[in-house]
């Protein structure tokens, strides 16, 4: 999809449906001895998480993990619609969307994996970092030049504000 189009999209934007790992982490995981997992996050994408808070877009991370850590992070920066532990992505999407009245047709998913792929095709605006899977980044209307991790949701989000006149 090319560029203007997407900058449409983005400034009809009402709400960020999100994964964890693979999106805001680069999928890597640190397992220590005593079977804790450690993951790193972008502080960049934090400040544009908690800015997009602030200017009032609903923001859901929707993750198969089960992290206190990530739990805790997503707190911190003003993050409280939070599903952790699920493979029905799709599923859970649903119910938060009708428990919020969330317009999907004007939602961004950005997902990464093939766990993301139902409940991307559920959004009118999936994206994807740049090093998201080739299914993945086949039903993405936009592909950020930025890879999971490194900075793929600050570039959505920045975009996303700005067209907004919310970017501060």
């Known amino acids: 999809m090319d560029e203007r189009r997407s900058l449409t999209l983005f400034k009809k934007a009402s709400a960020l449906v999100m994964d964890v790992d693979g999106v805001l982490t680069d999928g890597s995981l640190l397992v220590m001895e005593n079977g804790d997992q450690l993951r790193t996050m972008n502080i960049r994408d934090g400040y544009a998480l908690q800015l997009a808070v602030k200017k009032g877009l609903t923001v859901i991370v929707i993750t198969g993990g089960n992290s206190q850590g990530v739990v805790k ?96």
Request: net charge neutral; with cysteine.
């Open 73 to 168: 992070r997503m707190n911190n920066l003003g993050i409280h619609h939070f599903i952790s532990g699920t493979n029905e992505k799709a599923s859970a999407l649903k119910k938060m969307a009708e428990e919020l009245k969330l317009d999907l047709a004007t939602t961004i998913y950005i997902g990464d994996d093939m766990p993301d792929f139902e409940a991307m095709k559920l959004c009118g605006i999936p994206c994807c970092p740049a090093d998201a899977c080739s299914e993945i980044i086949s039903v993405s209307r936009y592909v950020s030049p930025f890879k999971g991790g490194a900075g793929c949701v600050r570039d959505i989000l920045e975009k996303v504000l700005k067209l907004q006149n919310k970017w501060s």
